[in-house]
């Protein structure tokens, strides 16, 4: 069966450091990876999706970034998080129509 | 741009009581619309979804209505109970690139 990790579950940095989070995905191959991130109380915002190796399309313009290097592990990254930047993040995969979450990182930027 | 509008924001229903979620759609090229599910600081889970080729889609106590016409879509769950208290999420693919649009949310609250 597919199972889809997340790290690490809950992130507190400073305004200015960088930012890592990596979501792994086991059990399918090829899928399709999104970020989301979900501000407190808000809904879930779609921040890159990637079909492939190295594909990457961003829906909202930003001071994030993310990579795939590989098939299965998809990665957030910011050179500088702002305090704009707190929320809970959330990776998924879908492979035809459902979309399955990842158990999600809540970052604090202080 | 293609969106999908939710109502209400907030319902509050009593216990054992039915809850209707509703959602519009601009794309009229969408064809697949599930529903999530998302307890408090939980990841969303998909409970429901319907495709375009079908009007109803029945599961236990919840139910899924699509009205491809007008463009909406809605959400029906009967005899509600206190698990049910959580925040459901609609959503549209966008046909262009297959990706879903999603509604801005519902926080049901069951109150006993």
Do not use: M
């Not at chain 2, 801005?104 to 069951?110: Q, R, S, V």
Request: a neutral charge; one cysteine or more; aromatic letters at 10%.
């Amino acid at each position: 069966s597919q199972t889809i990790h997340q790290w690490p579950a809950t992130l507190v940095q400073p305004v200015g450091s960088p930012l890592s989070l990596e979501c792994t995905v086991e059990g399918t191959s090829n899928p399709n990876l999104y970020w989301y991130r979900q501000a407190a109380g808000r809904g879930l915002q779609l921040l890159f999706y990637s079909v492939g190796i190295g594909q990457i399309s961003s829906e909202v313009p930003q001071n994030l970034s993310a990579s795939r290097p590989q098939d299965r592990q998809f990665i957030l990254s910011s050179k500088k998080l702002l305090l704009s930047d707190s929320g809970f993040y959330l990776c998924a995969w879908s492979s035809l129509d459902e979309q399955f979450f990842g158990p999600g990182t809540r970052l604090t930027v202080l | 741009g293609e969106n999908v509008e939710q109502h209400p924001s907030t319902l509050s229903v009593q216990e054992g009581d039915s809850a209707v979620i509703k959602c519009t759609y601009s794309d009229s090229a969408s064809n697949y619309f599930p529903w999530y599910k998302q307890e408090l600081g939980k990841r969303p889970q998909l409970i429901i979804d319907i495709r375009s080729n079908v009007g109803e889609k029945k599961d236990q106590r919840i139910a899924v209505t699509l009205n491809k016409t007008a463009k909406h879509f809605s959400l029906h769950i009967t005899e509600t109970q206190p698990e049910d208290s959580a925040v459901y999420f609609c959503a549209a693919r966008r046909q262009s690139n297959y990706q879903l649009i999603w509604g801005a949310g519902t926080k049901l609250i069951i109150k006993p």
